[in-house]
């Protein structure tokens, strides 16, 4: 609206240079935007200085409208426009005509915020509000026509006095619509609709400055998906109660003005041949819901967690996602759940890169998530995809090539394998996409059969394991306390400065080579693709993820991990067994 809101002031410096300088004084922020046709720069304002009011924020002296409850941003533009004479709109002249006829022209500009994602649904949504928008206010101009309603503000009431209309439809985030909310109405959450007119009352001038109507999507599709209608629908909706308080309605005012302003909603949905009721009847509907619901609260969703349904409608704040595997993506029973499988669909559909970066051997994470179809080319693991492996000792880059590797002493390895023999205590060798083993144990399948790991092969003797292959790390397998009370004393001693011992699960005890270590393997990985840890969230929940959690912009350790691991994180996740992961992208990746 730049072009005609600078032809206002130009006016107004003709004929009241005091208003004008007062009218620039008043519009404190612009908010930027490019036609999405021309690919051109304007400008719009999408406010003006505010003062308390119990009922809203007073711009221009004109209250906001708002439902349900200077910052300068990119905007995607579409402009609607149209003629009276096309719409049979009756003109209606402020003085007697002197000069020609002429046709009130209803101007509509549509927006769209940039950190919206280029959402299909969204754009065609925009187009379509470009015809809707100057159709809803034609009709609703209409209706100011003999009307009769003792609470509506008639600032705005003979239309026909002007050349042009202009009013602005901004469709954006939460976080956007929740910072106007707190500014004008120092309400820091997000809501539905905000209504914000720039109208002056008393000022003879051509063009009718409506105002601005700005619509969170993402509150939107969650109301329609609630009340069973399309995300169309319901901003559609949205948009009628928003235009209704910019020509001087305000159900806030009294329960009188409640049942008038929803009235006239209903007409004009009607009139317009839209779905839905007005966004006051669906309020009513959904607070009863709600009463109906409140016996039940561990059924609502958290207030800080974002819906699957409209997590689309959400700029991804990484780039990359960093994922633990046991006791973090697993649950206690070794699988990956739908939820959390979903979750990583979905933030790989918007983007994000998910890494795992996990204690197994790739052979192994492969084989879990081919379980709920995340391996391949476009899932999270394949043969060619990046990851860090056996805690960092193996790493992979760009198209799954090696690009790290560390071997353990074969003297501690030999040295491991004889109290493996002489104690009974199974002991397995990681090679990469190998593991070996002096002899059969159940412990020995289950990590076959329930960690997905490679099938542990049967060595003859210490020798021929140690000739077989070049090894990574060694994993006793014991009973929780017998690794608590035992192993982990006796190897932290016998390894001394030629290994370190960790554990990912309390009844494995791992000893790998010194200096190494899950975090190395993740910042080798990230200055290979260039990636900083700014751009980089991570999960876990062993000991083991200490230094991953500390290197990312975030960390996350999950409730059932260790003390040391919860302590260093930023925040602190559900466990494995309530979709940790899941929970942890829907409230902090987007």
Not at 290 to 295: G, N, S, W
Not at 456 to 470: C, F
Request: aromatic share 6%.
């Amino acid at each position: 609206m730049l072009a005609r809101r600078s032809s206002l002031l130009r006016i107004l410096r003709r004929r009241d240079p005091e208003m004008a300088r007062a009218l620039l004084r008043a519009v404190p922020f612009a908010s930027s935007l490019r036609s999405s046709s021309a690919l051109h720069s304007q400008t719009v304002h999408l406010g003006a200085a505010a003062s308390s009011s119990p009922l809203g924020t007073s711009l221009f002296g004109n209250k906001v409208g708002f439902f349900g409850a200077g910052n300068e941003k990119q905007l995607t533009g579409l402009c609607g426009r149209v003629w009276a004479s096309q719409r049979g709109y009756r003109k209606v002249r402020r003085r007697a005509a002197k000069s020609k006829d002429r046709e009130l022209e209803l101007n509509a500009s549509i927006c769209i915020e940039e950190d919206l994602p280029d959402d299909l649904e969204i754009l065609s949504i925009a187009e379509l509000l470009r015809l809707n928008v100057p159709m809803a206010m034609k009709l609703a101009f209409d209706g100011l026509k003999d009307a009769t309603y003792q609470t509506r503000d008639t600032a705005i009431d003979d239309v026909g006095g002007f050349q042009s209309v202009e009013l602005s439809v901004l469709l954006c985030n939460d976080d956007f619509i929740r910072k106007l909310n707190k500014e004008w109405r120092d309400e820091d959450h997000a809501t539905d609709v905000l209504s914000m007119s720039q109208h002056v009352a008393g000022l003879k001038l051509p063009i009718l400055m409506l105002g601005d109507i700005v619509i969170s999507v993402e509150t939107a599709a969650r109301q329609a998906e609630e009340r069973g209608h399309t995300l169309l629908d319901e901003i559609r909706i949205l948009m009628v109660h928003g235009l209704l308080h910019l020509l001087g309605f305000d159900h806030e005012l009294s329960e009188e003005a409640e049942a008038e302003m929803e009235k006239e909603e209903e007409l004009l949905l009607k009139s317009l041949g839209w779905k839905g009721k007005g966004l006051i009847q669906s309020a009513y509907d959904t607070k009863t819901d709600t009463d109906l619901r409140a016996e039940n609260p561990d059924d609502d969703l958290p207030k800080d967690r974002k819906r699957e349904g409209s997590l689309r409608f959400y700029k991804p704040k990484f780039s990359y996602i960093f994922c633990d595997m046991d006791g973090t993506l697993l649950n206690s029973e070794s699988r990956i759940s739908l939820t959390n499988a979903k979750a990583l669909k979905e933030a790989l559909s918007r983007g994000v890169k998910v890494v795992i970066a996990s204690g197994k051997a790739r052979p192994a994470v492969i084989n879990i998530l081919q379980m709920v179809d995340l391996a391949g080319k476009d899932g999270v693991i394949s043969q060619f995809t990046p990851g860090v492996f056996v805690q960092g000792l193996l790493v992979y880059g760009r198209q799954g090539r090696e690009i790290y590797r560390r071997n353990l002493e074969p003297d501690v390895c030999r040295e491991a394998f004889i109290y493996s023999r002489e104690h009974g205590i199974p002991l397995i060798a990681f090679c990469e996409d190998r593991c070996l083993t002096l002899f059969e144990h159940p412990l020995v399948d289950s990590l076959h059969t329930i960690y997905k790991e490679p099938k542990a092969e049967i060595m003859p003797s210490i020798e021929d394991l140690l000739a077989a292959a070049d090894i990574q790390k060694i994993i006793f397998l014991d009973a929780a306390e017998g690794v608590a009370t035992n192993l982990r004393p006796y190897w932290s001693e016998a390894t001394g400065a030629r290994a370190n011992v960790v554990q990912a699960v309390p009844d494995m005890l791992e000893i790998v080579p010194p200096g190494t270590s899950k975090g190395s393997g993740v910042k080798m990985l990230l200055d290979h693709l260039g990636v900083a840890p700014k751009e980089v969230m991570a999960i876990g929940d062993g000991e083991n993820d200490i230094e991953m959690l500390e290197l990312a912009s975030l960390g996350i350790a999950l409730s059932n991990g260790s003390e040391k691991t919860k302590a260093v994180a930023n925040v602190i996740g559900v466990s494995n067994d309530e979709d940790g992961v899941a929970d942890a992208i829907y409230r902090y990746a987007f």
